[in-house]
């Protein structure tokens, strides 16, 4: 693919072929490095590397592009270090907001329980 984009269109042709490899490129080192890459996403990284440096553009020009739109799509907004927002993440912090909301700030949790005669503490 990428010799027929240079031979048709030179060197702008050549350097769409060097994003294509490079969006891939980066894309997998991504979800490896936040351990999120699947093996689908593996299989389309190197599926597409491999079209894009040997195969002809008429037959691997849909592979490749599918390959660019997955990769694209599972690799993560953020890569400034903060963790991703997973839905496992976001269902931790709504839990630990739902936990701690009967609390105040400064104020630990209660030891014991309410219900005793009079509306005395019960030691737990």
């Excluded at 080192?29 to 299989?43: H, N, P, Q, S």
């Excluded at 599926?47 to 993560?76: C, E, H, K, R, Y």
């Amino acid at each position: 693919m990428a010799a027929d984009l240079w031979s048709w269109t030179g060197v702008p042709g050549l350097l769409v072929a060097a994003l294509m490899v490079g969006v891939v490129l980066w894309s997998l080192v991504t979800l490896l490095a936040a351990r999120r890459a699947a093996a689908l996403a593996v299989f389309l990284a190197v599926s597409g590397l491999w079209n894009i440096a040997f195969s002809p553009i008429a037959s691997s020009l849909g592979d490749v592009m599918l390959s660019l739109a997955v990769l694209w799509v599972m690799t993560p907004a953020r890569v400034d270090g903060a963790a991703p927002a997973t839905p496992g993440a976001r269902a931790a912090a709504a839990h630990a907001l739902r936990v701690g909301a009967g609390r105040t700030a400064g104020r630990p949790g209660r030891r014991g329980r309410r219900g005793g005669p009079g509306g005395r503490r019960v030691p737990a």
